[in-house]
């Protein structure tokens, strides 16, 4: 993954523009309802989806496999956030806890090990009664079901990138251990869950969709 992000960065910079994603919009908005000072975002990329919550006055720390993507950061927004360079496999970097964790069309490129590992190590990273925000894509996505079959839902339509497709099901099963309490539906590029933990709920999920 380190050779494709790598890649990915160098050929095409910011790839997806300067503007945040809408689910980052949606997470601002709910992390400055429940006033949260602190935030870490996992895979970061160039920093687009921090600076609702940079502008807002929430200090942000993000973790980025791609030296290219930090650097882009850097460019665009200084020293106003710390990067972590490596892996999210290899949290935690450091043992700092957070009000909140926004983890942003991320967990779906992981196997079934690295997905588990990835919701424990941010959970642990939570400060008490924090929340946690991911979003993942969903099996109403076009390509879902195309490509290279790797596992039950999981299919690598590009070369090097495989995709878990998420329904309500597997969001449950997932993060019902982890204060689920909302599951809802949002339109980026593609449809995806934008899921809601808070460390210590407890664990019942309300369906929102």
Not at 28 to 44: A, Q, R, V, W
Not at 74 to 92: A, L, Q
Request: net charge neutral; charged share 25%.
């Amino acid at each position: 993954m380190t050779e494709f992000w790598e890649t990915a960065f160098n050929d095409k910079l910011e790839m997806w523009g300067m503007n945040p994603a809408k689910s980052a919009e949606l997470t601002k908005n709910f992390f400055l309802e429940k006033s949260l000072k602190t935030i870490l975002i996992p895979g970061i990329g160039y920093g687009r989806n921090a600076q609702p919550f940079i502008e807002n006055g929430i200090k942000v720390s993000g973790i980025e496999i791609s030296k290219t993507a930090i650097e882009l950061a850097k460019k665009h927004y200084g020293n106003e956030m710390t990067i972590f360079h490596g892996s999210v496999i290899e949290m935690p970097f450091g043992y700092k806890e957070y009000d909140g964790i926004l983890c942003y069309a991320l967990i779906h490129l992981l196997d079934s090990k690295e997905r588990k590992k990835l919701i424990q190590d941010c959970y642990n990273q939570l400060t008490e009664n924090g929340y946690m925000v991911f979003t993942a894509i969903t099996n109403k996505a076009p390509n879902f079901g195309k490509g290279k079959l790797i596992k039950k839902d999981r299919y690598e339509f590009h070369e090097g990138a495989k995709i878990f497709y998420y329904d309500q099901k597997s969001v449950k099963t997932e993060f019902n251990n982890f204060g689920l309490f909302e599951i809802n539906e949002v339109n980026e590029n593609q449809p995806m869950y934008l899921i809601k933990c808070k460390k210590n709920e407890k664990n019942t999920a309300h369906n929102n969709v």
